[in-house]
């Protein structure tokens, strides 16, 4: 099965703060990776599949880049309703799907 | 618009089983694989089971293969889960998801708490 190390598992920022989370693959993962936001209590929502395709709806200040084992996903400009979890997906080799550990995105 | 409503949750005793259900609306249901996603209190997102559109195949985990049974009745835009032999580690939010024809999970329930003690 493919593991998916994600990180950082927090991270701290100030609004306006361009923020970087990364995601690496056990094996090569052919750009198969989704990236997901969770509010407390909610559902996960889809930002961006397939490492840099924008979901409808997504804002663009939210990217994804990557190939390979190796892919990370951005906020530039932070703003106060980002703040919330993000987590990684590999969906490459199925079944299983993957998800990285998660990151806490804070406010400093 | 896509909608996906579970139900079934609760209080279950440890060895006991359990059926959540998640009806589907705003889109053509046996079109898509459908899969259930938990996530533990305060915890991250664990893949549970997926179907495929007909229901003629079904994935797992190893960590639910043989306890766990997903299926679905396409005539009634409905997902089950049938969970047996439950254990304390089961306890979590359980998500319906539709996964999308791009093979990623794209639209979520709102979830529904199973907790598993005696």
């Known amino acids: 099965d493919i593991q998916m190390t994600q990180s950082p598992p927090s991270l701290s920022a100030s609004l306006g703060d361009k923020v970087t989370i990364t995601c690496q693959a056990s094996q090569n993962i052919n750009k198969y990776i989704a990236w997901y936001q969770q509010k407390p209590g909610k559902a996960p929502r889809l930002l961006i599949r397939y490492t840099s395709t924008l979901e409808s709806g997504t804002p663009s200040r939210f990217s994804g880049s990557g190939s390979g084992r190796d892919y990370s996903f951005s906020i530039s400009n932070v703003e106060s309703e980002d703040i919330a979890s993000y987590y990684c997906?590999?969906?490459?080799?199925?079944?299983?799907?993957?998800f990285g550990a998660g990151t806490k995105l804070e406010l400093k | 618009e896509v909608q996906l409503v579970e139900t079934g949750g609760g209080l279950v005793q440890p060895g006991r089983s359990l059926k959540l259900s998640c009806v589907a609306s705003?889109?053509?249901?046996?079109?898509?694989?459908m899969s259930w996603t938990r996530q533990a209190p305060g915890k991250g997102l664990e893949w549970v089971a997926s179907?495929?559109?007909?229901?003629?195949?079904?994935y797992y985990p190893d960590s639910v293969k043989g306890r766990f049974t997903i299926s679905r009745d396409n005539a009634q835009n409905t997902l089950y889960l049938q969970m047996n032999s439950l254990r304390s580690e089961d306890t979590a939010t359980y998500y319906c998801?539709?996964?999308?024809?791009?093979?990623?999970?794209?639209?979520w329930g709102q979830g529904v708490m199973v907790t598993v003690s005696s």
């Open positions: 179907i495929t559109n007909s229901g003629g195949s079904t």
């Open positions: 705003g889109f053509t249901f046996n079109n898509y694989w």
């Open positions: 998801t539709r996964v999308s024809l791009r093979r990623v999970p794209d639209y």
């Open positions: 997906l590999q969906y490459d080799n199925l079944p299983p799907y993957t």
